[in-house]
Each structure stands twice: as structure tokens, then as C-alpha cells.
T-cell receptor, first 113, second 112 residues
Framework: GENVEQHPSTLSVQEGDSAVIKCTYSDSASNYFPWYKQELGKRPQLIID?????GEKKDQRIAVTLNKTAKHFSLHITETQPEDSAVYFCAASRKDAGNMLTFGGGTRLMVKP | SQTIHQWPATLVQPVGSPLSLECTVE??????LYWYRQAAGRGLQLLFYSVGIGQISSEVPQNLSASRPQDRQFILSSKKLLLSDSGFYLCAWGAPLLNEQFFGPGTRLTVL
């Protein structure tokens, strides 16, 4: 089955700096890679995703890159703000029965004002 | 638009007691439905998923079970709770032809 590794487990940055979170996956058939943001005590919220036919996607201050050959993808947050502080999860799935997501272990991002 | 509900929001149960958590989705038909568990400070573990009424697939063998009695209703049950069942239980839905999954508000379960 699919295995997703996520690094780092914790990340502390100064407000205004950039943050990068990296994930690797094992199943070359995976073709969908979402990122979720989970604030304390809340549900995970889908913030951006990328499909295997695209190498990069951007939405305002967040961007995701995908390298299918190396089987890794990354989340980039620029000009970080205190409200970006949360736990971020990457995931991978392939389009088959159930469209199941396999999640990484999560990254706790702390943005210091 | 689609909405997903879970109840109860919080639950405190003694060891050995039964459990029933409910999840319902509005605004869509024939969704894929999922149950996840998140232990404190940990990641998301897929427990069950369903692609249709009465169709349940289990990802992790344990003392939990799931049922889908109606198209947009997904229930998580246990006959006897263990201490290790404590956690944040999240239901999610996805459209069958799309990969995206959207989470419900969750149920925080504490087993004492």
C-alpha cells in the first residue's frame, strides 16, 4: 500500500519568513496530492491540492510543487502570518475504488510574531 | 452546497460501554464516506470507507464497526469501548468521481 512520509514534524519561523514542508510517497500510481490545515481542536481543512499532470500550483501565499520522478511534493507558504500557525498534513491517493487518502504524520508550524 | 454533520460533538464513556457515532451529509448523492481517528497530537488513521449503501471496507482490524444504512448516513459503532479508543473521530465525504475529501466537525471521545 501507499506510504507517505512528511518532514519536518515541527517548524518554527518568524512572521514574514517562508515555510516549506516536504512529503514523499511510495506508490507510483498515486495521482492526487492534497494539503490540509488543522487548527487546534478543529477539523482538517483542504487548502490546496495538485494532480499528477501538473508540476506546480499556486494560490495567493501558498504553493505546492510535485516531482513525480522523485515521488515527492512540497508545500510552500510565503510571507507567513501568525494565523498560519497550525498542523499541516499532506496526503496522496490514486483514483480507484474509494479514492482513499494516505496521510503524512503532520507538521506543526509555529509563526512567531 | 454540501454540508457534513457529526454528532455528538463530545462524548465521555466508561470502558466496556457501547458506542454509536453518526455522520450525515447533505447536498450530494452517492458520496464516498470515510471514518478517521486522530489520537491526541497524532496523524489521521483511516478506519472505514464506504462507496455505497451497505458497502463497508475496513482498513484497520479492531473492536469498531461501521454501517451505512442510508445513502448519506454513516455510523461508527462499538460493542465495548477500550481506553485506546479515545480520540478525535472525523467523518469525511468525497464525490465518487473526484479525489477531494471534506471533513466533518468531528467527535471528541474520551474513554475513562
Amino acid at each position: 500500500g501507499e506510504n507517505v512520509e512528511q518532514h519536518p514534524s515541527t517548524l518554527s519561523v518568524q512572521e514574514g519568513d517562508s515555510a516549506v514542508i516536504k512529503c514523499t510517497y511510495s506508490d507510483s500510481a498515486s495521482n492526487y496530492f492534497p494539503w490540509y490545515k488543522q487548527e487546534l481542536g478543529k477539523r482538517p481543512q483542504l487548502i490546496i491540492d495538485i494532480r499528477s499532470n501538473v508540476g506546480e500550483k499556486k494560490d495567493q501565499r501558498i504553493a505546492v510543487t510535485l516531482n513525480k520522478t522523485a515521488k515527492h511534493f512540497s508545500l510552500h507558504i510565503t510571507e507567513t502570518q501568525p494565523e498560519d500557525s497550525a498542523v499541516y498534513f499532506c496526503a496522496a491517493s490514486r483514483k480507484d475504488a474509494g479514492n482513499m487518502l494516505t496521510f503524512g504524520g503532520g507538521t506543526r508550524l509555529m509563526v512567531k510574531p | 452546497s454540501q454540508t457534513i454533520h457529526q454528532w455528538p460533538a463530545t462524548l465521555v464513556q466508561p470502558v466496556g460501554s457501547p458506542l454509536s457515532l453518526e455522520c450525515t451529509v447533505e447536498g450530494t448523492s452517492n458520496p464516498n464516506l470515510y471514518w478517521y481517528r486522530q489520537a491526541a497530537g497524532r496523524g489521521l488513521q483511516l478506519l472505514f470507507y464506504s462507496v455505497g449503501i451497505g458497502q463497508i471496507s475496513s482498513e484497520v482490524p479492531q473492536n469498531l464497526s461501521a454501517s451505512r444504512p442510508q445513502d448519506r448516513q454513516f455510523i461508527l459503532s462499538s460493542k465495548k469501548l477500550l481506553l485506546s479508543d479515545s480520540g478525535f473521530y472525523l467523518c469525511a465525504w468525497g464525490a465518487p468521481l473526484l479525489n477531494e475529501q471534506f471533513f466533518g466537525p468531528g467527535t471528541r471521545l474520551t474513554v475513562l
